[in-house]
């Protein structure tokens, strides 16, 4: 990979590379765009085949989180950690306390986060190094319920556009995977009475902890998941599961659900279900319930308002459906278009000089 032209071809702002002599850290901090804000991510905590692969996923995951934040209607830009290694071997307070320094040298241009591989207790020792961090214990806490409300908003505005009414009451769903956001979400489906409940998952105590909690939700292998008669598909597990193999088989009219990276191929998988006329609701649109908890913790952290802000992603949804009738764009492209517009927007009203 041509680094330099990789970035020029993406619009990178600054990759930095870090090694820590004392206690062996080494990583990736990527920044992708900072128009409307520092940048924000996670640190992600992984093994790679090799150095070129540790650099190529930081540099994708912070443009993802460029688009992430922006259509989120935060006021901060994309940026993302890798470290090299194993999480269950390498975490030491040193280790992170090591990152944390190094955190502290970008002077604020990036602010880390929990990720694969890290927890809010890394957070807590990244702290003692370094003003710039969130999703610490006590502070913001476990963003999978409000993850899990955001989405359930998501499905909201899918219906509502969809069908032309948004009572969940009147509609049945099959989600697939009830891990720490898909239980919540099936909670809120359940508070508003929803018509049927499908499920699936491969971990044997969730599923009976379910059926014990909900006699009337109907669980399914999960290989037959997609094959459903039902209104919405919810994914809540795995990424790439939407792809040339299952597309063919939903009968759902609406994908929206929590998890990350549900289509394979964005543009291809995007087309494919615009063409079965599946509303598909963007995964980054749906599930920026965390990130939008985690940035409260910037600006003064109430639960009240946290709340408030993740229902907005039910306008924004629907403002982006809106642009993909329009535009005869699939919702994934929209909602690139919607994140760009708004940073090519506000990056116009900073122009003039006002002394702050
Ligand atoms: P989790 O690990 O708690 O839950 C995932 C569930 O999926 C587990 O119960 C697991 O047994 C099940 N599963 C795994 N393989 C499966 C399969 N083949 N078929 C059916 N079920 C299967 O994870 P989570 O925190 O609920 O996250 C789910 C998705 O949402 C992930 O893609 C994650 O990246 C995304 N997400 C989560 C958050 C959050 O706040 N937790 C925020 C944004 C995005």
Redesign the pocket.
Known sequence: MEKFDFMKKYGYEQLVLFHDKATGLKGVTAIHDTTLGPSLGGTRMWVYENEEDAILDALRLARGMTYKNAAAGLNLGGGKTVIIGDSAKIKSEELFRAFGRYVQSLNGRYITAADVGTTTKDMGFIKMETDYVVGLEGKSGD??PI?ALGAFYGIKAALKYQFGNAEIKNYTYAV???????AYLIDYLFEEKAKKVYF????EE?IKALQTKYPQVVFVK?DDIYNLEVDVFVP????AILNEDTIPRLKAKIVAG???NVLKDEIKDAQALKAKKILYAPDFVI?AG?VINVYHELIGYNKDMVIADVKRIYDRLLEMFKIAEERNISTQEAANVFAEERIKKIHNIHRNFIPR
Do not use: V
């Open positions: 963003p999978s993850t697939q995977g009830i891990g720490k956001t898909g699936t998952d491969i971990n969730r999960p809540c597990a795995l990424g929590t998890a990350n599930n965390g």
